[in-house]
């Protein structure tokens, strides 16, 4: 089956420890992208990659660190969380086609305490 | 940035009846499309329109496009209960879906 991964679901933490969301996908696509959920704001992109270790900044970068060492997967790095970054995180994957949808994973619900 | 917002941000209809929900953005787009989110679940795309188009359907879903006004609306006909949820409309600049920016949303709630 065709899926975007994410691991954890759920996830506490508490200031400053450092932590990885994970996000894999099945389908070869050669872009890949998170996002950030918080209420009132809608999902505001964090960072994408076109493909293996090409990376760039989205709209709310600050705090994150990204990599792309394999084609699957595209790791989201907080190397010090604060409570500002509680929220609703996705991952998200598509084929190097014009006029292509996303394929989200399920989402990780990130709680900073 | 918010490329979209979204009108209404709530709506609340019965089961049967059509709902509308408008998207305004501000930048030439590539395709602008609509996704739907169960209560804090993935998103699901429903729809795409590319900017040479002016509308387009799918089942019980229509869709249009005004580039002059800058703006999409999404209507589901004969609503279900099962279409409650939030969608969202997403521009892309880039036609590769790499770089998407989203509305803010309309809850919808059909109820029975």
């Known amino acids: 089956e065709a899926q975007v991964t994410q691991n954890p679901r759920y996830l506490i933490t508490v200031t400053g420890k450092k932590l990885t969301v994970t996000c894999s996908q099945n389908?070869?696509?050669?872009?890949m992208s998170w996002y950030r959920q918080d209420p009132g704001l809608g999902l505001r992109q964090i960072y994408y990659?076109?493909?293996?270790?090409?990376?760039d900044k989205g709209d709310v970068p600050e705090g994150y660190k990204v990599s792309r060492k394999e084609k699957r997967n595209f790791p989201l790095i907080l190397e010090s969380p604060s409570p500002n970054q509680t929220s609703l995180y996705f991952c998200?994957?598509?084929?190097?086609?014009?006029?292509?949808?996303?394929?989200f994973g399920q989402g990780t619900r990130l709680t900073v305490v | 940035s918010q490329q979209g917002e979204e009108d209404p941000q709530a709506l609340s209809i019965q089961e049967g009846e059509n709902a509308t929900m408008n998207c305004s953005y501000k930048?030439?787009?590539?395709?602008l499309q609509w996704y739907r989110q169960n209560s804090g679940r993935g998103l699901v795309h429903l729809i795409l329109?590319?900017?040479?188009?002016r509308e387009k359907h799918s089942g019980r879903l229509r869709v249009t496009l005004d580039t002059s006004k800058k703006s999409s609306s999404l209507l589901i006909t004969a609503s279900r209960a099962a279409d409650t949820a939030s969608y969202f409309c997403?521009?892309?600049?880039?036609?590769?879906?790499?770089?998407?920016?989203f509305g803010t949303g309309t809850r919808l709630q059909v109820t029975l």
């Open positions: 990659s076109m493909n293996v270790e090409v990376t």
């Open positions: 997403a521009t892309d600049v880039t036609g590769t879906a790499s770089k998407l920016t």
């Open positions: 389908m070869n696509h050669e872009y």
């Open positions: 998200a994957s598509s084929p190097p086609r014009r006029g292509t949808e996303a394929f």
């Open positions: 930048t030439s787009i590539n395709n």
């Open positions: 329109i590319r900017s040479n188009e």
